[in-house]
């Protein structure tokens, strides 16, 4: 018998990027050492987010110098980007069965 589990591939920091990236919202973004940098997110991977500020400068920011991003209007990632499911197949555990009996 093989058991199913359906689990969603796409984390919820992806989904809230992808959707300030889709819908065109204007974000500034907080680093860590306080500097603001103010613009539309053009891309980003799990290493980097690419933003294209209002004078069509493109800034990448490292994601681990990231303290803070601030839309300029609220967005529900959740509805706007439903996950690509996957599943994943498991096969039970070999338990073994004890056969010895106590006696008294």
């Known amino acids: ?14 989904a809230f990027l ?5 819908e065109h919202i204007q974000v500034s973004i907080y680093i860590s050492n306080g500097t603001r940098f ?8 799990a290493y980097l987010v690419l933003l ?11 994601k681990h110098s990231i303290s803070t991003v ?3 209007r ?3 990632p959740l509805f706007n980007n439903p996950a690509p499911q996957i599943t994943i197949k498991k096969r039970p555990s070999m ?7 106590a006696e008294v």
């Open 95 to 101: 338990r073994l069965k004890s056969t010895a009996t």
């Open 74 to 76: 609220s967005v529900n």
């Open 18 to 22: 992808d959707a300030l990236r889709k």
């Open 70 to 72: 601030l839309p300029s």
């Open 52 to 62: 294209k500020s209002n004078d069509d400068i493109l800034h990448p920011i490292y």
């Open 1 to 14: 018998m093989i058991m199913e589990k359906t689990i969603n591939k796409t984390s919820l920091q992806d």
């Open 38 to 45: 103010v613009g539309n997110i053009e891309t980003y991977d």
